[in-house]
């Protein structure tokens, strides 16, 4: 698992930047109700979406996010609206929220156990006729049908905890119903042969620590890739909408 306060400085040049951000705020202000005026963004990173969600007219936003490196970014975007705190212990009131979002966070969960938590927890905050916007699917959007992904296909497999049907069972739980979805692509984040080596060197896949046999072999044949600077194609995320009936 990355350090993400280590992360936090390359994060947003690492991720596809400003384009990236702007398609993945676009799609989740898609999703939300008319009349929505208190957002919550959980696991907000360095507020580069979360700053395009609060520009929207009459919406107030506050971020949320566990990593105290990311969070300090997210403070100089939105300050005085950014709180450090565990997304399976949000430290609000029940119905506090016309809506919340999570982009790229359930996929980084450990257990099952803390996806359904997560879930409970933005369904505790939301009021009633709220919606919970997700993303999901997230590894499975890598999958390009690239030679990259061709030699990635043996690695060992991790559970892919933000699996849609999952992710809707956890919020069906917590008195949620699908309420849309959406989809947006990552701009700027098609992989290149030799990104990818590198980030298997820092640790970018779970299942491949760095340093050891298994890893250096899938970097050595990544390494006889042709075009190793060349992009592969972005890949497309998928966004959920649950509403907490009224």
Known sequence: MLDYDKEAERYDN???GEPRAAAAAEAVLGLLPAGTRRLLDV??????VTRRLAARDGLSVTGVDLAPAMARQAAARLPGSVVLADS???PFGAGRF???SSVWLLHLARTDDDVRTIVGECARVLRPGGVYVTTVDKAAAHNVGSDIDAVLASRPPRPARD??????SYALAHGLVPAGQARF?????????????????R??????????????????????LPDQDRPRPDPVFSLRAFLKPE
């Open 88 to 90: 399976r212990r949000l």
């Open 203 to 224: 640790g970018w896949f779970v299942t491949l620590p760095p340093g050891g046999a298994l890893a250096d072999a899938f970097a050595a044949r990544l390494a006889e």
């Open 43 to 48: 696991a907000c990173g360095t507020g580069i």
């Open 185 to 201: 692509t990552g701009r700027g984040q098609g992989r290149s042969p030799r990104r990818t080596v590198a980030d298997l060197h």
């Open 163 to 168: 699996e849609a049907a999952l992710v809707e």
């Open 98 to 100: 016309d809506a919340v």
């Open 14 to 16: 690492s991720r596809g």
